[in-house]
């Protein structure tokens, strides 16, 4: 059961919904008056002890997870989605008896706009029910086709709702923030940052909207602001590439001092003056590069890369870790003495990126090779982790 407050002056409200869901392993068909559904929280996983047992072999087959969600009244006027930040392998999600979505591999962040699924209550609660059904059986079409570790089936990563206006940056872009950050030229002494995107009117009338983009130091301080004006007619979907140019002494991240800028893109409507939506993501300015004879460049500066590759399973939990344990990982090794982390093999949980680009691990990802479905696969992690500062893929 999980009840989710009211929006009130908040652009975007995020309610994760990890806790107090049921599950049950198998075909939900055959469930005999004897079988009852268990009681668990995100992340799970169904493989967490059949992989260590004395038994050859894991299971690979049907699961389902169910719980309720309330959902407030307030909630009918905006766009709603959800987030799965990882489920394995093929994932179909289920509002109210009705298939919302098919998603499949187990690696990669997924969102779906389930609003019109929902059902609400004039000032008050209203119960919709959410099922998942997933599979992690073997699949010639989803990569990875094999490998020497546990292919763990279950809802893994955190899930989470998200409540917008109707006026609002595109969120339907392979679960990433919408806004796509690129640094193409930085020096020393000048950087310039490049920002696109799309937002979309999904109200019922024409607006006169204003995008800016501000750009804060660690301290907080506004460094630069770009702003441009937009008329969206209703129904329109807008793309934007805006440029902030001529930013001056750029502090620099590096392995030493993994210093972060924070650019905070708003949407407002220029006729009210009233904040509609608003989305904040990280930023660092850095350039590297590889020299076959003299190895790793990172701001002009030789750097060795010492590191390790990491899997996101741990003995007796598999891979459904709580963030923490994710984020401890990182610091091993940035204690060690490491500043490289090879993500074996696929891509991990946000916070490992994220725990990255605080203390200064430079990292690859990995993606797999299968035919010529690499190229779809490469695509949706990039997109998901452009904004990371420490990223190779």
């Known amino acids: 059961m ?4 009211a929006i009130t002056a908040q652009e975007r409200l995020v309610a994760t919904i990890n806790s107090n869901w049921l599950f049950f392993k198998g075909d939900t068909a055959k469930i005999s ?6 009681r668990i929280s995100i992340p799970h996983t169904w493989n967490a002890e059949d992989v260590m047992d004395d038994e050859p072999g894991y299971y690979r087959g049907d699961a389902w997870y169910k719980k309720t969600i309330y959902v407030p009244a307030g909630w009918k006027e905006k766009d709603v989605y959800i987030f799965f930040e990882g489920a394995a392998q093929v994932a179909e999600v289920f509002i109210n008896g009705k298939l919302v979505g098919k998603h499949t591999g187990s690696y990669t962040a997924f969102s779906f706009l389930i609003s019109k699924y929902l059902t609400y209550k004039n000032g008050a609660n209203a119960a919709n029910q959410l099922v998942v059904k997933l599979n992690n059986s073997h699949n010639d079409d989803i990569p990875p086709l ?9 809802i893994y990563r955190d899930v989470y709702l998200q409540a917008i206006n ?5 969120a339907e872009n392979n679960a990433s923030s919408g806004i796509f950050i690129t640094t193409p030229s930085v020096t020393d002494h000048t950087a310039v940052v490049n920002l696109k995107g799309a937002l979309v009117n999904k109200s019922d009338s024409d607006r006169n909207l204003v995008i800016s983009h501000q750009i804060f130091d660690a301290e907080g301080k506004l460094i630069a602001v770009q702003k441009n004006n937009f008329s969206a007619k209703a129904g329109e979907k807008i793309t934007f590439n805006q440029e902030i140019r001529n930013i001056q002494d750029p502090n620099l991240w590096s ?11 708003t949407i407002t409507d220029a006729d009210t003056n009233q904040k509609v939506d608003e989305i904040s993501n990280p930023l660092g ?8 004879a003299k190895g790793f460049f990172l701001n002009g500066k030789p750097v060795k890369l010492i590191g390790a590759s990491r899997h996101q399973d741990f003995k007796g939990l598999g891979n459904a870790l709580p963030d923490a344990m994710h984020v401890r990982d990182v610091k091993l090794l940035k204690e060690m003495g490491g500043n490289f982390l090879r993500i074996a093999h696929y891509p991990q949980d946000p916070a490992v990126l994220q725990a990255c680009d605080r203390l200064g691990i430079w990292a690859s990802v990995e993606t797999p090779i299968a035919k010529l479905r690499v190229f779809t696969k490469l695509l949706i992690p990039i997109r998901e982790d452009t904004n990371r500062g420490v990223c190779l893929s």
């Open 166 to 170: 109707k006026v609002h940056f595109a």
């Open 33 to 38: 008056s004897s079988d009852t559904w268990k």
């Open 2 to 5: 999980c009840f989710l407050s």
């Open 255 to 265: 392995i030493e001092n993994p210093y972060l800028y924070r650019v905070v893109s």
């Open 146 to 154: 094999s490998g020497d570790y546990t292919f763990f089936g279950g």
């Open 285 to 292: 300015f850095r350039w590297y590069g590889f020299d076959a």
